[in-house]
């Protein structure tokens, strides 16, 4: 079965350190996949995606992902986490389900970054 | 501001009732999607439009309809409605149907079914 699997809840990280959230998916084909972001009480924001070309995707708010098509994975980084990056942070992917393509999403990975 | 806009906000209602929740997509976007974000299911997709024609559809039930207008603006419509349809309901546009484009969300209309 088609799937995308965000394997933490929740990820707490120390402002200044890296951060990495975690993803990984199975479809068949080649992937598209996304990473966007929620802040409380509003909607989801597009982060970067990837398509094709370059492993390494650089998006927004210095955002960057990796796509390893061997580990099946597309994690999120940041080389040094700010307080306001704190969010819910989603993974999604495309995917054949229902008879047609479409965007399944993983649960959500709360990010919490401390001062 | 993703200049998408869903009306209403805020929705409370009794089970067994309908409610028609409102987007209009960003200027220029022709394509349309719904989804549905409950606790117990996650981010779910529901249905998706392309200048006024169906699209896709997802694990959309069948109390659950939509349609997209000539002006793009599109309503999902929710009738018999049942505890458990009580969520987040969001939509999103993008440019065009294809699924490499980002997608840019509402605000979202949240439901609670009373």
């Known amino acids: 079965a088609q799937s995308v699997a965000q394997p933490e809840d929740q990820v707490n990280v120390a402002e200044g350190n890296p951060l990495t959230v975690k993803c990984t998916y199975s479809v068949s084909g080649n992937p598209y996949l996304f990473w966007y972001v929620q802040y409380p009480n509003r909607g989801l924001q597009f982060l970067l995606k990837y398509i094709t070309g370059d492993n390494l995707v650089k998006g927004s708010y210095g955002f960057e992902a990796e796509f390893n098509k061997s580990q099946t994975s597309f994690h999120l980084k940041k080389p040094s986490a700010l307080v306001s990056d704190s969010a819910l942070y989603f993974c999604a992917v495309r995917a054949f389900r229902d008879s047609n393509y479409q965007l399944i999403w993983g649960a959500g990975t709360k990010l919490i970054i401390k001062p | 501001d993703s200049g998408v806009t869903q009306t209403p906000k805020h929705l409370i209602t009794a089970t067994g009732q309908r409610v028609t929740l409102r987007c209009s997509p960003r200027?220029?976007?022709?394509?349309v999607y719904w989804y549905q974000q409950s606790l117990d299911q996650g981010l779910q997709f529901l249905i998706q439009?392309?200048?006024?024609?169906?699209?896709a559809k997802g694990n959309i039930l069948e109390r659950f309809s939509a349609q997209q207008f000539p002006d793009l603006h599109s309503e999902l419509n929710l009738s018999s409605l049942e505890l458990g349809d009580s969520a987040l309901y969001f939509c999103a546009s993008s440019v065009t149907p294809s699924l490499s484009y980002e997608q840019y969300f509402g605000p979202g209309t949240r439901l609670t079914v009373t």
């Open positions: 200027s220029g976007d022709l394509s």
């Open positions: 439009y392309y200048n006024g024609e169906e699209r």
